[in-house]
C-alpha cells in the first residue's frame, strides 16, 4: 500500500513563500531553480514560515548571484551567540554556465532577475524560482486586469 504523503512525480513542491507582485510587475521569459545558502536559524524561521518575498531581487557580483531583500524573521528561540541580521543578502547556487548566461544577459539586454517563489525540494532543500523578465508597461499591467477581471465574471456567469 502506498503511503498517503508520499512524494509522485509531476506535484508541485511544497510552497514556502510567493512573490505575487512580481508577476503583475514584470513579465517573465525564463524561469530558474536555484539553491540558497543558509544558516541553521533561517532554516528554523522558513519552517514556521516567516519569509516575506515582497520587493525581492537578485544581483549578480563578482561571478556570484545574492538574492536582496528578502525578510526571513528571526524565531524569538534562536540561539543568543548568533547575531540575525533578517535582510541580509542570500548567496544563491547555480552553475557557472547559468551565472554567465543570465549575468550577459542583464547587462546586455535590460533583463531583470526577480524571486518569483520559495519552495521545499525533496523535504529538506530551500529553493528559489527566478524570473528573468523585464518590467510591464502601465498598459499592459492594465491588460493583465481587465482580463482577470473578466474571467471572475465569466466564472459566475457560467455558476449560474
Sequence with gaps: MAKKNANKKGTTPASIARNKRATFEYRFDEKIEAGLSLMGWEVKSI???KVNLSDTFVQI??????????TIVPLNTASTH??????RPRKLLLKRRELD??????ERQGYALVAISMYWRKGAWVKVEIGLGKGKKEHDKRADIKE???AIEKARAMKK
Excluded: F
Aim: include cysteine; glycine fraction near 10%.
Design 47 to 49: 519552517r514556521a514560515g
Design 61 to 70: 557580483k563578482n561571478g556570484e548571484a545574492y538574492m536582496h531583500n528578502c
Design 82 to 87: 548568533v547575531v540575525c541580521d533578517p535582510t
Design 101 to 106: 548566461r543570465l549575468a550577459g544577459l542583464v
Design 148 to 150: 482577470r477581471e473578466w
